[in-house]
């Protein structure tokens, strides 16, 4: 998703997400009962990288989602995914292509209440990604001011077979929309563990990572649609308290 329309979509997705928790939290009524608590597998999609890919020329990619539940806090969880994105700046063009896969774990922070499954979790995932990039030209750095600028040098030099690994800290939210639904949202800070680059070039754009105009470090968001599958449940016993204002 380009830059300039990250802050707005973000701010939006998060209001709305936040929305939701209020409001559920909020239905809160003075009783003891029993709480059923559903244990499955959750899996969707990246629906931010669909949307890149229909209004985006450079670019093209898909992200599979999914957690399963394994205490009534912690939940297994990763992605996978395949990216193809065309960078063009000033004085370059690339291509970065390749497929990545994320695992690791979430733990939610929220407190539900009756059969709810929403979530405000922080997570970590190890990734790995496998690539190539193509260098598509280039224009020649230029310090005199005698000479005019030399012209952009079509290369089209393909360098296979890279590699990275990363690790990745998670800030996200999970809301059910209706029953078994769940629209999610996250923030992803990484750092590159081990990053091989090809002779006379460098990996730019790492998929599954994003940028690496910062060095080790990189920023990524997720947005996700979800379908819940319960495998089984299990009952304990809660304290409901209603907030009457």
């Known amino acids: 998703m380009k830059m300039r329309y990250m802050p707005k979509f973000t701010f939006s ?43 985006d020329k450079n670019y093209k990619g898909i992200e599979f989602v999914g957690d399963y539940r394994v205490t009534k806090n912690y939940y297994l969880a990763g992605e996978l995914g395949n990216e193809n994105t065309t960078v063009e700046d000033d004085r370059l063009s690339f291509t970065a292509q390749g497929t990545y896969l994320k695992i690791g774990f979430d733990y939610n922070s929220y407190e539900n209440w009756l059969d709810m499954r929403n979530m405000i979790y922080l997570g970590m995932r190890y990734g790995a990604s496998t690539f190539s990039q193509t260098l598509n030209s280039y224009k020649l750095y230029n310090t005199s001011t005698y000479f005019p600028e030399a012209p952009t040098v079509q290369s089209g030099e393909k360098y296979n077979g890279l590699t990275s690994q990363w690790i990745e800290v998670v800030l996200g939210l999970k809301t059910e929309l209706v029953k078994n ?65």
Do not use: H, M
């Not at 209001?15 to 029993?34: C, P, Y």
């Not at 629209?183 to 998929?207: A, C, E, W």
């Open 181 to 245: 639904i769940y629209l999610g949202f996250s923030v992803r800070l990484n750092r590159l563990l081990t990053n091989t680059k090809p002779d006379n070039f460098d990996n730019l754009y790492i998929p599954g990572f994003n940028r690496t105009y910062n060095g080790d470090f990189g920023i990524g968001f997720n947005y996700s649609v979800s379908y819940f599958l319960p495998f089984y449940k299990t009952k304990s016993s809660s304290k409901k308290e209603s907030k009457k204002k």
């Open 13 to 55: 997705i998060l209001l709305i997400l936040a929305s939701f928790l209020v409001i559920a939290q909020n239905k809160k009524t003075d009783s003891i009962s029993s709480k059923i608590e559903k244990y499955g597998i959750r899996f969707g999609t990246d629906i931010s990288k669909l949307a890149q890919s229909f209004y």
